[in-house]
């Protein structure tokens, strides 16, 4: 099995920062795509940002200049690093990943439990 733990939410005051984490575990061969989503109270659940297993990187409208993604491959660790946060940032921030277990294996999408994210003063 593989599971993703996101780490690193929390409450932060408009204009700050924060980085969350996102540890894949468990049987690994590879993985490719990785994502950050997030999900506020009454809304869709909405693609953030993705990062490519050659580092190719793209983002939501919303945070372009603000958030930058990036992973460690060694670690198997994802990154958001978020800067010059918003309440409307405020949200349940869930890890995605598309993970081959084994060399024989198909990818298969897995998700995290999610991180809560609080931009408030």
């Known amino acids: 099995q593989v599971q993703l733990v996101e780490s690193g939410g929390g409450l932060v005051q408009p204009g700050g920062s924060l980085r969350l984490s996102c540890a894949a575990s468990g049987l690994i061969f590879s993985i490719n795509a990785m994502n950050w989503y997030r999900q506020a109270p009454g809304k869709q659940r909405e693609l953030v940002a993705e990062?490519?297993?050659?580092?190719?990187?793209s983002y939501a409208g919303s945070v372009k200049g603000r958030f930058t993604i990036s992973r460690d491959d060694a670690k198997n660790t994802m990154y958001l690093q978020m800067n010059s946060l918003k309440p409307e940032d405020t949200a349940v921030y869930y890890c995605?990943?598309?993970?081959?277990?084994?060399?024989?294996?198909?990818?298969?999408?897995?998700w995290g439990q999610g991180t809560q994210v609080t931009v408030s003063s």
């Open positions: 990062i490519s297993s050659g580092g190719s990187t």
């Open positions: 995605n990943a598309d993970v081959r277990r084994t060399r024989w294996e198909p990818i298969v999408n897995y």
